[in-house]
Every structure is written in C-alpha cells, then in structure tokens.
C-alpha cells in the first residue's frame, strides 16, 4: 500500500499552501478540512445527520450547513461540539480512507490539522511534516485572510496546541517563515526526501 505523510500545522500556518505545491509535484493530496466542508455543503452527506441532530434552522436554504450558527451554537456549548464531531468525524475519516485507497503516487499526503491530538490519523501515517511559522507571522496571516480580531485570532491559537508541542513531535519541520518561494523549495526538498525513502517501486 502506498505510504502516507500526514500534514499538519496550527491555523494560518500554511498547510494549504504547502499542500497545493505538493499537488504540483504530481503527489495525491487527501485533506480532511476540504473534506468537512463538503461533507457540510449544499446536499453534503452530513447534511441529513445534521438535520436530525441539531434541527432545520441550521441548514440554509442551498441545503448547506448554516456555517455562521452552528459555529456560534458550538461556541457556547461543548455538548453541542461534542455532538456535532460525533457526527462529522466517522465521515470525515471514512471519506478519508476511500480517497486514500484510490490515491496513486509514489507517496500520499493527508492533511490533518489536529494530527496530533487524533490517533485514527497518526496511526495511517508514517511520517509526519509540520509546517511551522513563529506566532505573530500566523496572527498576520489569520487577520489578513479573515477579517479577524488580534484577540480572535489568540484565542483559537490558544486552544491549539503551542508550537513548541508541535516542533517537539514533528518528524519534519518545513519552516514557512518566509515567502512562499522558500516554502515552495523546502516542499521540494522534502518531496526528494519521501521520493527517497518512501516510494515503493510502482
Ligand atoms: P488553516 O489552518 O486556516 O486552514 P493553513 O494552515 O492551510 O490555514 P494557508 O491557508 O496555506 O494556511 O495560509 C494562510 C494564509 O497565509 C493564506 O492566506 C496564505 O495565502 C498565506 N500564506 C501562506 N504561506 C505564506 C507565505 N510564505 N508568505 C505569504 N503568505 C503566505
């Protein structure tokens, strides 16, 4: 079977980023935030659990999840976040798996933010790659993209393990620091790498 590099990194990291060079370089990507959010699209397959769950007002008239109220339900009530990943994550993991088991390449990558805080992905992959960046070059690029508050933006980071925790488990460590040139080139880099050590004969 083909091996797996499992992405990962805080918010506004650039696993994205990362990730879309990686597809230039011909390598299948599997990425679990994309794959939430269809599953949570218009007619998404966790459209009808959530329905059921969590009642027809957090679906909006497309058929999609109603993004901006479920985020402020689970916000001010765990038991509702607990419910909601209960539903999620067994569909996020199957879609996962299938996409998986299709790739071809001489190495996968699957992005997964919280990589290591969740064993049923830790455990599919053989290597992990961080991609780190110092805090306030991530707040930057957070406020930048969204329109968030600098307090807004600490406060996620908060809850996300510290960059010390991640760097201390990584296997490898892209720094993105930098601009996207130098991301781009320690992408290749670790492409050679996995290309080296990780590529059966296909
Ligand atoms: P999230 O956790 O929110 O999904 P992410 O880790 O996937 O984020 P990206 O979306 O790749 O991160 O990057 C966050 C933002 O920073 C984006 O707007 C991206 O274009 C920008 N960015 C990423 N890397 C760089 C870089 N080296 N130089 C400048 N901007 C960058």
Redesign the pocket.
């Known amino acids: 079977p083909i091996e797996i590099v499992g992405l990962t990194?805080?918010?506004?990291?650039?696993?994205?980023?990362?990730?879309?060079h990686f597809a230039a370089l011909g390598i299948p990507v599997v990425d679990t935030?994309l794959i939430a959010h269809q599953l949570t699209g218009p007619g998404g397959a966790a459209m009808p659990a959530i329905a059921a769950s969590f009642g027809a007002d957090l679906v909006s008239a497309s058929g999609a999840l109603d993004r901006a109220r479920m985020r402020a339900l689970v916000f001010a009530d765990t038991s509702c976040r607990r419910k909601l990943e209960s539903v999620l994550h067994p569909l996020i993991h199957a879609e996962s798996m299938r996409q998986l088991a299709v790739a071809r390449g001489p190495y996968a990558m699957l992005?997964v933010?919280l990589l290591f805080e969740t064993s049923a992905y830790l455990t599919l992959v053989r290597r992990s790659l961080l991609?780190d960046?110092p805090e306030e070059v991530q707040l930057a690029?957070?406020q930048?993209?969204s329109g968030l508050s600098a307090d807004a933006v600490r406060a996620i980071m908060a809850a996300q393990m510290t960059r010390a925790q991640r760097l201390a488990l990584a296997d490898d460590v892209i720094d993105?620091?930098?601009?996207?040139a130098?991301?781009q080139l320690q992408v290749e880099a670790k492409h050679q790498y996995y290309l080296a050590n990780l590529a059966h004969g296909q």
């Open positions: 990194g805080g918010i506004g990291s650039g696993k994205t980023a990362a990730a879309n935030d992005v933010p991609v960046c690029r957070v930048a993209r993105n620091g930098g601009t996207l130098a991301l």
